[in-house]
């Protein structure tokens, strides 16, 4: 009995319900307030860390809009309608999503949502294949529309793309359920992750993986680069500096002979980079984090 009541309380005797209570108690004037008692109470261990990063997460989305995070069309992976199963595939492959906006005569033209998954029922029977038959319907947003309110449609219509429509009915780009999560919780896992201890994963002659928080010393042993360390102490902080501003998922900038693409970042931090370059560095086996 002991055991149980001592689980259920903290190390100076008050439950949980006591603790929030003590947070509750404090009457904030405003959202910044708010945001200041929170962190207080974390800094006082009222709560967690990660339990004030979600919270902070929370309150941040129902303040931003969907042009904040949105893929821009730029740089959306789309497939086409006229292409051949073949064609489709190969796409999909080399692209690694699950989800792509099906275009008819143009950009501005999407007719449909395509899934990975619904290719599989046609693996050998291209002849047999009619891209019309798989697609589901487009879901439109504009780029106004609040964060908080797109993630309630996306649960109550159970879509995980919309296309984002500019105030003429253009294509502005897209954005997903994802996205909008990781404002929230941070990073999702995805199949560009890396196994935990590594931090460099090599795909082929001229394709990386690379966390951002790589630090630069790691990263010039395994590219044999000579990026300085003296500002940055991560990759990600480097390509960060080069940019200028917080990129979003799929921008691109070069540094020196080297290609560095956002896989996947947020609006704190680059949280893992595809690193192309021309030449192949001697080891071929991804390094592990000290």
Sequence with gaps: MSEDTS?????????????LTQILQIDPRDREELLEVLRDSE??????????????????????????IMIPRSQMSVLSRGQSHEDMLAEIVDSGHSRFPVIGEGRDDVVGIMLAKDMLRFSGQDEKFNVRDILRSPVFVPESKRLNVLLKDFRSSRNHLAIVVDEYG????????????????GEIEDEHDIDEGKSILQHDESHYIV??????????????SDFSDEEFDTIGGHVLKAMGHM???????????????????????????????EARPDSEQAIEKQ
Aim: proline share 1%; charged share 35%.
């Design 247 to 277: 990129p979003k998922r799929d921008e691109v900038v070069n540094i020196g002979e080297m290609s560095f693409r956002i896989l996947r970042s947020d609006n704190r931090r680059i949280h893992l980079l595809e690193v192309i370059i």
């Design 43 to 68: 800094k006082r261990a009222l709560m967690d860390a990660d339990s004030l990063g979600m919270i902070e997460g929370v309150l941040q989305v129902s303040e931003m809009q969907v042009r904040d």
């Design 211 to 224: 966390k951002a928080l790589t630090d630069i010393e790691d990263f010039n042993e395994f590219f044999k």
């Design 170 to 185: 253009g294509v502005a780009g897209m954005v997903t359920i994802e996205d909008v999560l990781e404002q929230i919780v």
């Design 7 to 19: 689980s259920t309380n903290d190390s100076d005797g008050r439950s949980w319900i006591e603790r």
